[in-house]
């Protein structure tokens, strides 16, 4: 066998792979608007079924394999997650549970708030009063005992 024979024969195998990788990708197109118009769920397994393509070659072609899963994604419901029954003493006392939870959160926050406004407040007395001393005035918060008083 010459190189020449060698190389038509890789070349019509190449083309006819090329080829049966087209017909397949347009079967599974056609697969894909087919469910979407007949309303019947995009999934692999079905575009496999109705395109008669092998699971793999999905996967492997990521346009296909992105439009399919975006569509079974949008096909998808909502997951329904039924509430319990709303008298029940368990849901009872886990919404209290809950409840008391969240109101501890907010009383700490605000415990810490105001300590941190009293500190701020304390800081801008200290302020004032050191202020008030420089400038040779008293305060009426102490009592200062002067030689009349004594």
Do not use: C
């Not at 549970?97 to 406004?117: E, F, G, M, Y």
């Amino acid at each position: 066998m010459t190189n020449d024979t060698r190389n038509r024969r890789t070349a019509t195998l190449i083309a006819a792979a090329k080829a049966k990788s087209e017909t397949k990708t347009r079967d599974a197109e056609q697969a894909i608007r087919a469910l979407v118009k007949r309303g019947d769920p995009v999934t692999f397994q079905s575009v496999q079924r109705e395109a008669g393509v092998s699971h793999a070659f999905l996967y492997n072609h990521p346009e296909l394999r992105a439009r399919i899963e975006h569509l079974r994604a949008q096909s998808r419901p909502a997951r329904y997650t039924p509430a319990p029954p709303p008298d029940t003493e368990s849901s009872l006392v886990l919404a209290l549970s809950s409840q008391i939870t969240q109101l501890k959160k907010l009383h700490r926050q605000q415990v810490n708030d105001l300590r941190d406004a009293l500190a701020q407040a304390h800081g801008e007395n200290l302020d004032l009063r050191r202020e008030l001393t420089r400038r040779g005035g008293t305060w009426p918060g102490h009592f200062y005992p002067t030689p009349s008083t004594q």
